[in-house]
Structures are given as structure tokens and as C-alpha cells.
């Protein structure tokens, strides 16, 4: 007598659910000074592309807009409107 083979049942695959990623909230942390003058560089046109005072301007502006985050650190303005 021969035996029969016995079929394999085939598993079904459970469907893996797909996570949900959580968008992670951006910190507004306060810049460091470093990256302050990073900052200068990238977002300031070059001496030749605009005027000194353009310049000026858009760094003060920069060096504003990140002083005003934490109001108590805008000491820095002065530093930087010095310097540059």
C-alpha cells in the first residue's frame, strides 16, 4: 500500500498593519552663536551681489528674528551688529 501524501495547507499571511508615523514637533530652540553666524552667511547675498547696507539689514534682521525668540539673550543683537 502506497501512502498518500498529505497536502500542505498553505498559511495565509497576515497583512501587517501600517504605523502611523508621528510628525515630531520642531523645537524652536534658541540658535547658538556658531550656528547664529552659519546662519548669516547662507542667508546673506555676497558683498558683490548687494549693497552694505542691504547686507546689514538682512543680518540684523536674521540676528533679530532669532534674538526675539528668547527675548532675555538679545544681548546678542549688539554683539553681532558689532562685529559683522
Known amino acids: 500500500k502506497k501512502k498518500k501524501k498529505k497536502k500542505k495547507k498553505k498559511k495565509k499571511k497576515k497583512k501587517k498593519k501600517k504605523k502611523k508615523k ?6 524652536k530652540l534658541f ?3 556658531s550656528q547664529l553666524l552659519i546662519r548669516i552667511v547662507h542667508h546673506t547675498p555676497s558683498r558683490r551681489a548687494c549693497s552694505p ?3 546689514n539689514f538682512l543680518i540684523a534682521r536674521l540676528i533679530f528674528v532669532t534674538a526675539s525668540r528668547k527675548a532675555h539673550e538679545s544681548h546678542l543683537i549688539y554683539i553681532y551688529t558689532s562685529s559683522v
Open 22 to 27: 508621528k510628525k515630531k514637533k520642531k523645537k
Open 31 to 33: 540658535l547658538q552663536e
Open 53 to 55: 547696507h542691504k547686507r
